[in-house]
């Protein structure tokens, strides 16, 4: 069974200037998006979902990846990623994370962009032009957070009641003028060992 994709959409924001300063170099979100026909709906309460996993997940991972890797020029370039799945009203929470939590959707884009870190997620259920909510943090380090980023966007007609949107997302760059520092400083300031955060 190939999922029934109604359509595709490409969100790609540029940020020039923040702050009231200029970015020094502009940062690129890229959000690749996909509304499927839930495969689940309708049918109860369907204990195994493995199957249409195993169908759907994989299809809709090359698709999106794809599309990323596309608009970003290659995948070297791609700093910070993410994935989103929004389900429509008819659907369980447990069906918008069933397409994005597996490593037959992930791995995809994370061979795509040689990423070693995990993908940042979010799984919500909503109407149509609900929220599409990509949280994003750097590709290979996970407490680097001038790449803590979240991409924001809707789709006017989606997710229909029994419709998924199954997004992934990415950044060429970090927060312009970012001065938080990351989470490594941090450790040091609290005595912790920086190589064994869980060490006192």
Aim: with cysteine; net charge negative.
């Amino acid at each position: 069974m190939a999922p029934t994709i109604r359509k595709t959409l490409l969100h790609v924001e540029t940020t020039l200037i923040e702050g009231g300063r200029a970015a020094p170099v502009p940062l690129k979100l890229i959000a690749a998006m996909a509304v499927v026909r839930n495969p689940w709906a309708g049918r109860g309460f369907v204990e195994d979902l493995k199957p249409g996993i195993n169908e759907l997940a994989p299809v809709l991972g090359e698709l999106l990846t794809k599309m990323i890797i596309d608009t970003a020029g290659s995948g070297e370039v791609v700093e910070a990623y993410g994935k989103s799945a929004v389900v429509g009203l008819d659907g369980e929470i447990e069906h918008a994370s069933a397409l994005i939590h597996t490593l037959r959707f992930g791995n995809h884009y994370r061979s795509a962009v040689g990423a070693k870190s995990y993908l940042a997620f979010c799984n919500t259920r909503g109407p149509a032009n609900a929220p599409v909510m990509i949280p994003l943090m750097d590709k290979n380090d996970e407490g680097r957070r001038s790449h803590y980023l979240t991409i924001q966007c809707a789709i006017p007609d989606a997710p229909a009641a029994d419709e998924i949107v199954v997004a992934l997302g990415a950044s060429i760059g970090g927060r312009p003028h970012h001065r938080i520092g990351d989470r490594y400083q941090d450790l040091q300031e609290l005595g912790h060992d920086v190589a064994n955060p869980a060490a006192v």
